[in-house]
């Protein structure tokens, strides 16, 4: 039999089950990575766990997202950090050195590898042919303490690309067109596992790209062989001793094959506020623009950056645009610096911001009322900016900069010739952000004042009587159920105090209707907490007393943590019964003693005396964590030793 490259790695890392879609596997785990915004979490939750080493080849803690410090409680976590790196011999990376997924790119992503990490865009490291995962905190930190990573056997999907790539598309505009075609839905369980020869058109920042925003697709990971192309991207960043040729087998088996076909890719962009509304920049014209923001974990790279300066050299940017920049690390930035381009970009009238998330996840820059608002990062839910009447496009760089000078919407290709780039001989690999830690098992944790317990899940009872708190719709995210900005993110290690806010940008009274309930449901649509990997959107539902969520389909890694938090992720068995349901009424839901993974259960809707059927989803250890209140309890009893 032909294997496809993901299974050849599942294969070498299996610990636990059979590599059959749907069956849970346990893998091995040789490196994690957590940055700061979810890390106080996981290393509070690792705390708790007790352990005196950690089982990982490497593990690294960057502080890249809460780097605005308007009061003491960014900074104390990332004392925290700090601390707990230094007590277990964690990479720290400190704040300044940039973006985890950029840097785990540049310094450690290792074809053939397994890495878990407490973000969404942990998969980035695909780009090199590493299996890299994004989980929720618990799972890191489990991860962490032993070394292993549960999941549900993904179905692999085969993105063949064929065809030649036209002048002035990028590897953003790449992953437009397929986030057009397969939508926020189109990867949930799958790992998306490109091939073709066209993938040899693509640089590893390029595939790193189009990994990046497999996140977007729902995907649980995507993959991009490893070939000369990656060797020569090692070999500049000092490290091919970490080089492994790896591809699938000729005519290996797949779940599903979708063929791309790169001549048929244009500029594009995502249009408010979903990263698969995707129109071509001809399409929707020249639309005035206010702000255009350059960076992130997408598109941080030195070659993304050498574009836009050799787009804005000799230009100025518009009078209405304000343009920033934040580098996805301190060595791009370095290596614009000293080639000159930063005067480039600085005589254009940037604003530069330092290496780090920035404007992407809301920290600044939040743009003025109604403003229209052109990124090249991953995400434009709506408020996500922190200004919740904007609309925010997302682009390539190139179209990032052309319409930065314009002051509208603009095609790259009306630029002219095409500007290539070439990497580096050898990329700026300096050490001046970077801790190595050996382990200092008698380290004292630096607890800042804003650092709360983690909130405990009780164990599930034999019948559960709630009302409904809220009925959602469809693609809700995990920025609506905890949404993040400026004011917000430094409550991260905080959850009472973040919980006034949960689903803010859905209705403004959900605490005060969770509190005075004592306890309660949520309803969701399809792709119930797509996005980011904040188990702050379980974590704050389980303080205020959320005891289950029905949805008619859930996205992968929130449903893991609702399980690990303790809160019971059911799914409508008939999706037409999500019309059995309405706010206020209460329902009743018997029988969970019998709850298994192959389950359903009656739900009674008290109001109208009607019921319906709902479907547990999970694993048998997922029943097994329920049953003691999640997770930590489950790990932290040790009944069993595999959390
Ligand atoms: C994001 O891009 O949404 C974030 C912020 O990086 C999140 C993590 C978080 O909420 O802290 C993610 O992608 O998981
Ligand atoms: Fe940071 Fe944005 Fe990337 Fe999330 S998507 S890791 S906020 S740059």
Wanted: charge should be negative; include cysteine; charged fraction near 20%.
């Amino acid at each position: 039999m032909s294997t496809n490259l993901a299974v050849k790695i599942l294969k070498s890392h299996l610990l636990e089950g059979e590599l059959q879609q749907g069956h849970e596997i346990a893998i091995k785990v040789n490196q994690t990575l957590t940055q700061d915004s979810t890390g106080t979490m996981v290393y509070l939750q690792l705390e708790a766990m007790g352990i005196k080493e950690l089982k990982t080849d490497l593990s690294v803690a960057y502080i890249d997202h809460n780097m605005l410090q308007a009061g003491f409680e960014n900074a104390d976590d990332h004392a925290f950090i700090q601390s707990v790196a230094a007590k277990y011999g964690i990479v720290f990376s400190k704040p300044g050195n940039g973006i985890c997924h950029q840097l785990h790119l540049e310094r450690f992503s290792k074809p053939g590898d397994v890495l878990i990490g407490s973000d969404s865009h942990t998969p980035t490291s695909g780009g090199m042919g590493m299996l890299a995962i994004g989980a929720g905190g618990l799972d890191v930190a489990v991860a962490m303490a032993k070394g292993n990573y549960y999941l549900k056997m993904p179905r692999i999907i085969n993105i063949r690309l064929e065809g030649q790539r036209k002048p002035w598309t990028s590897a953003k505009d790449i992953i437009l067109h397929i986030l057009g075609k397969l939508t926020v839905k189109g990867g949930v369980n799958a790992i998306l596992e490109y091939s073709g020869e066209s993938v040899k058109q693509l640089s590893v920042p390029e595939r790193a790209t189009i990994t990046n925003m497999g996140a977007e697709l729902g995907a649980t990971a995507s993959l991009f062989p490893s070939d000369e192309i990656t060797y020569d991207f090692l070999k500049r960043q000092g490290r091919e001793e970490a080089y492994k040729p790896l591809s699938a087998d000729e005519n290996a088996d797949y779940d599903e094959t979708i063929i791309i076909h790169l001549d048929e890719v244009v500029p594009s962009a995502a249009m408010p506020h979903s990263p698969d509304k995707v129109a071509t920049i001809a399409e929707l014209g020249a639309i005035p623009v206010d702000q255009v923001n350059i960076g992130s974990c997408t598109n941080g790279s030195y070659a993304d950056f050498m574009k836009v300066a050799g787009i804005l050299k000799g230009k100025k940017v518009h009078p209405r645009v304000s343009l920033t920049l934040s580098p996805g690390s301190s060595n791009v930035l370095k290596m614009l610096a000293e080639n000159g381009a930063m005067a480039d970009l600085i005589g254009a009238g940037v604003r530069l911001l330092e290496a780090g998330c920035g404007p992407c996840i809301g920290m600044g820059q939040a743009p003025k009322s109604g403003a229209v608002s052109l990124r090249t990062f991953n995400r434009n839910f709506k408020g996500r900016c922190g200004t919740v009447d904007a609309e925010v496009f997302l682009v390539s760089p190139e179209t990032a900069a052309a319409s930065a000078i314009a002051g509208h919407l603009t095609d790259p290709r009306s630029l002219g010739e095409e500007m290539v780039i070439e990497e580096p001989e050898v990329y700026a690999n300096d050490d001046g952000y970077w801790i190595t830690n050996s382990p200092e098992p008698r380290t004292t944790i630096e607890m800042g004042p804003n650092i709360k317990p983690v909130p405990q899940g009780t164990p599930m009872k034999r019948e559960l009587e709630a009302e409904v708190l809220l009925k959602a719709g469809d693609n809700i995210t995990t920025d609506d159920i905890m949404p993040s900005n400026a004011s917000l993110l430094p409550f991260r290690s905080n959850i009472p105090e973040l919980s006034k806010q949960c689903f803010s940008t859905i209705i403004d009274d959900f605490s005060d209707r969770a509190l005075r309930a004592g306890q309660g449901i949520v309803i969701g649509g399809n792709n119930y907490g797509q996005g980011s990997s904040r188990e702050h959107a379980a974590l704050v539902p389980l303080y205020l007393g959320v005891k289950a969520v029905i949805a008619k389909s859930f996205a992968r890694i929130h449903q893991a943590n609702l399980i690990n938090a303790g809160i019971l992720p059911l799914v409508f068995d008939r999706e037409e019964d999500y019309g059995m349901v309405n706010e206020g009424d209460s329902l009743f839901i018997k029988n969970l003693s019998a709850l298994d993974d192959k389950g359903f259960v009656t739900v009674v809707n008290n109001n109208t005396k009607e019921n319906f059927k709902v479907i547990f989803q999970g694993s048998a250890r997922d029943v097994a964590m329920l049953k003691v209140g999640g997770a930590l309890n489950y790990a932290v009893k040790g009944e069993r030793n595999d959390v």
